[in-house]
């Protein structure tokens, strides 16, 4: 059964109640009663009728989803707030489906919103917990900054048990540090090509004939290459001591 919202009498024969923004609408659209046809009647409120409809005891139409309410037809919009303020979004029927009032565009029963919109929502506000600079919304936070903060936790790229680094420190720790980076034998210069990750590198220190033999060859290099620059020093000194006397005797 409909009741009528703010019921009004017609002055047609029928008698009959609408509701007041029913009987309205008609009216401005020029149409007849619907239910004799008659074009040209009048309609006043009926506040009888709305006093003693209000006074009526009613369950509220969400019984059947779990609400137990039950009171005046007068009382039934307040107890379902069905468009609630923001400091009300809580109050009334917890059955009732609000909007979320993120903007994600979800809707929720009235016992729900809460944890979505504190919990779930994907447009609540959220800040950036690891430099806790950017704030926007946990979407944007997760999706787009989080995969270039420069504090995000971030494991080293060799997988090595280490603790996590911030995005910004992992190339350094990966460069100097990290124990599975392969680096060259110190003594490379001297001829080792020996390359082995970080941790072993100390153990293949301890070949000491191979780095020292190596070593013997590079002093001799060395040595060789000293006496011939000695040489050419020589050679170059007595040349200019031999232009000098040439420019001396002119």
Not at 4 to 9: I, N, W
Not at 16 to 31: Q, T
Not at 61 to 80: A, F, M, P, T, V
Not at 203 to 211: I, L
């Amino acid at each position: 059964m409909q009741i009528p919202k703010e019921p009004c009498l017609i002055s047609c024969p029928c008698g009959k109640e609408f509701c007041r923004e029913c009987i309205e609408r008609i009216k401005e659209d020029n149409k007849p009663c619907p239910l004799c046809n008659l074009s040209d009647f009048t309609f006043l409120r009926h506040h009888g009728s709305e006093r003693y409809l209000k006074a009526q005891e009613v369950w509220c139409s969400h019984k059947k989803d779990g609400c137990k309410w039950r009171g005046k037809l007068g009382e039934y919009e307040q107890h379902l707030n069905e468009d609630p303020s923001p400091e009300n979004q809580l109050t009334g029927c917890q059955f009732v489906e609000i909007e979320c009032e993120h903007g994600c565009g979800g809707w929720f029963q009235r016992r729900h919103i809460a944890s979505h919109q504190k919990g779930a929502c994907p447009k609540r506000p959220y800040a950036c917990k690891y430099c806790n600079e950017h704030e926007s919304n946990f979407e944007d936070v997760t999706k787009n900054h989080y995969p270039q903060c420069a504090k995000y936790p971030v494991t080293c790229t060799n997988k090595c048990r280490d603790a996590p680094f911030e995005r910004q420190n992992v190339n350094n720790h990966v460069k100097d540090e990290c124990p599975l980076t392969e680096i060259d034998c110190p003594l490379h210069y001297a001829g080792c090509e020996v390359r082995l990750p970080r941790k072993d590198m100390p153990e293949h220190m301890t070949d000491t004939v191979t780095h020292l033999t190596l070593l013997a060859t590079v002093t001799q290099s060395l040595l060789k290459e000293n006496q011939e620059l000695r040489q050419t020093t020589e050679d170059l000194k007595k040349e200019n001591q031999k232009q000098q006397k040439q420019n001396e005797d002119k």
